[in-house]
């Protein structure tokens, strides 16, 4: 099992950076490709990012590539996604997620956080 917790979200205005962070306290964080995913009111939970287990590959989505950049490090247990050039429209909740094996930029991941708010003013 195991557990992940989001937090950075907030209020911002377009224009502006956010840095999420997903916390991961265990051993076996190191061995899971991680992600991001947000979702709207109303619509379907979105792939953004997501990096391989030793950070060698990355792969985002074509809404947010040049704008968002996933990090980890996995001697903190820990997963980022510095957010730049937010736009109204990136207001959502986000999820970071873990499964073992490839990136998928489908929702099939086998652990999820809880998730956390982000909201951009216009």
């Known amino acids: 099992q195991v557990q992940l917790v989001e937090s950075g979200g907030g209020l911002v205005q377009a224009g502006g950076s956010l840095r999420l962070s997903c916390a991961a306290p265990?051993?076996?964080?190191?061995?899971?490709?991680m992600a991001w995913f947000r979702q709207a009111p109303g619509k379907e939970r979105e792939f953004l990012a997501a990096i391989t287990w030793r950070g060698a590959d990355t792969r985002y989505a074509d809404s947010v590539k040049g704008r968002f950049a996933i990090s980890r490090d996995n001697a903190k247990n820990s997963l980022y996604l510095q957010m730049n050039s937010l736009k109204p429209e990136d207001t959502a909740v986000y999820y970071c997620?873990?499964?073992?094996?490839?990136?998928?930029?489908?929702?099939?991941?086998?652990?999820w956080g809880q998730g956390t708010q982000v909201t951009v003013s216009s």
């Open positions: 265990g051993r076996t964080f190191s061995t899971y490709t």
């Open positions: 997620a873990a499964k073992t094996g490839p990136i998928s930029v489908t929702t099939r991941y086998d652990y």
